[in-house]
Nanobody, 124 residues
Framework: QVQLVESGGGLVQAGASLRLSCVASGRIWGSYVMGWFRQAPGKEREFVAAITWSFGATVYADSVKGRFSISRDLGKNTVYLQMNSLEPEDTAVYYC?????????????????WGQGTQVTVSS
């Protein structure tokens, strides 16, 4: 069993930065992929970024490439999402997720564990 707790969301103006954190507890081993997803009101949950727990390989959605960066700290069992140059379109609830696999998936149904989410609101 894996528990995920996100933090770091908030209300910012367009162009600002935020860093989200996701602390993982439980059976996190090398064969895991950690992902960030987001869901805006009235929209489906969408993939943002993912990182392999062991090697740190990263994958990004086209909409955030060059602005967002995902990283992990193995010693702290924590995954981060650094979000720069935020836009109003980035407004959503951001979720951390864990997938017990070595293959990076972009579909939310492939992920086994989820956090409770953290709200990010970007004003224009």
């Amino acid at each position: 069993q894996v528990q995920l707790v996100e933090s770091g969301g908030g209300l910012v103006q367009a162009g600002a930065s935020l860093r989200l954190s996701c602390v993982a507890s439980g059976r996190i081993w090398g064969s895991y992929v950690m992902g960030w997803f987001r869901q805006a009101p009235g929209k489906e949950r969408e993939f943002v970024a993912a990182i392999t727990w062991s090697f740190g390989a990263t994958v990004y959605a086209d909409s955030v490439k060059g602005r967002f960066s995902i990283s992990r700290d193995l010693g702290k069992n924590t995954v981060y999402l650094q979000m720069n140059s935020l836009e109003p379109e980035d407004t959503a609830v951001y979720y951390c997720a864990a997938d017990a696999t070595i293959v990076v998936h972009k579909t939310s149904s492939d992920y086994d564990y989820w956090g409770q989410g953290t709200q990010v609101t970007v004003s224009s």
